[in-house]
């Protein structure tokens, strides 16, 4: 990792996704940073991220948080964009110049990030948000009702604390689950695609900050056992692409080797006989692109 004079403090979660696309940012651009790890309220009871501590940092209580030189940055697609900027030279480039090019990977960012301005499952990466409430909704089933409530009753995200609250009494309904597969598998055509439209290894050529996204999101998919979608004949580029992406030295460093045991314990009991939505989401893929 890169020594500089700039200051880096990067508050995460091992699983959460959008820490995993800062990390991966980090690892990609060689540089180094200092690590705080930040137990999520809706993995375990000993949840930080909702404490006075982090919410001094972070008013939302979400992570990552970057800390620059005292400064923070909110949202993983900010702060890598923020990096990348800062220091265009180290490592990867993660942003082109073109002003064509960063319209154009804009656009795929607003379609691939866990965005709080858009539904569940209005876009690829909410819609992977989506998959992923049975996985949720299990850890939270872990934790006495009345802390949940407790916890979230003060969610200074409103929406976010009752859905979570819903989610320890009910679960989260089949309509949320429908609405993000058909999402996720309008968002793989539209992938598929855009690596069919020209020849590099990356989606837009060069290797980019959607890259990271997708990794994160694909490596979601991988958790959930849907993974095979990815190998589905519909969508014959997005296999291969995902192969490349989780083969980068950062995919590894920054997402595998950071793994919770007990949220691979948690994995492995929900869905030891696999996931029943993986049928229904190859169906859609198959239906979409028809």
Excluded at 39 to 61: C, F, H, Q, V
Excluded at 111 to 120: C, H, V
Aim: charged share 25%.
């Amino acid at each position: 990792m890169e020594k500089s004079d700039h200051k880096f403090e990067v508050y995460h979660n091992p699983e959460s996704l959008c820490s995993q696309k800062v990390r991966v940012a980090f690892a990609e651009k060689q540089l180094d940073y200092t690590s705080h790890v930040i137990e999520l309220s809706d993995l375990t009871m000993k949840g930080e991220n909702l404490k006075p501590a982090y919410r001094k940092i972070n008013p939302n209580g979400i992570v990552p948080t970057l800390v620059h030189n005292g400064s923070p940055v909110y949202d993983s697609y900010e702060i890598i964009q923020y990096v990348d900027e800062l220091l265009p030279q180290a490592g990867t480039k993660l942003w082109p110049d073109d002003p064509q090019k960063r319209e154009e990977l804009e656009s795929w960012i607003f379609q691939s990030s866990l965005r709080n301005d858009q539904e569940i499952g209005a876009t690829m990466g909410t819609s992977v948000a989506g998959l992923s409430a049975p996985l949720l909704s299990f850890m939270l089933k872990r934790q006495p009702i009345l802390h949940v409530i407790k916890t979230y009753v003060g969610h200074p995200i409103r929406q976010r604390g009752f859905g979570f609250i819903m989610a320890r009494i009910a679960g989260f309904p089949p309509s949320l689950l429908a609405k993000s597969r058909d999402g996720m598998a309008e968002g793989l055509i539209r992938v598929d695609r855009q690596l069919a439209s020209h020849d590099g290894d990356w989606l837009l050529g060069e290797f980019s900050q959607v890259d990271i996204s997708l990794m994160a999101a694909f490596h979601r998919l991988d958790d959930l056992h849907l993974v095979d979608v990815l190998d589905h004949p519909s969508i014959p580029n997005v296999g291969p692409y995902w192969r490349r992406l989780s083969a980068r030295p950062s995919y590894a460093s920054a997402i595998v080797d950071w793994h919770n045991p007990e949220i691979r314990e948690a994995i492995g009991i929900l869905f030891s006989e696999g996931n029943p939505m993986l049928q229904d989401l190859n169906d859609a893929v198959e239906k979409c692109a028809a």
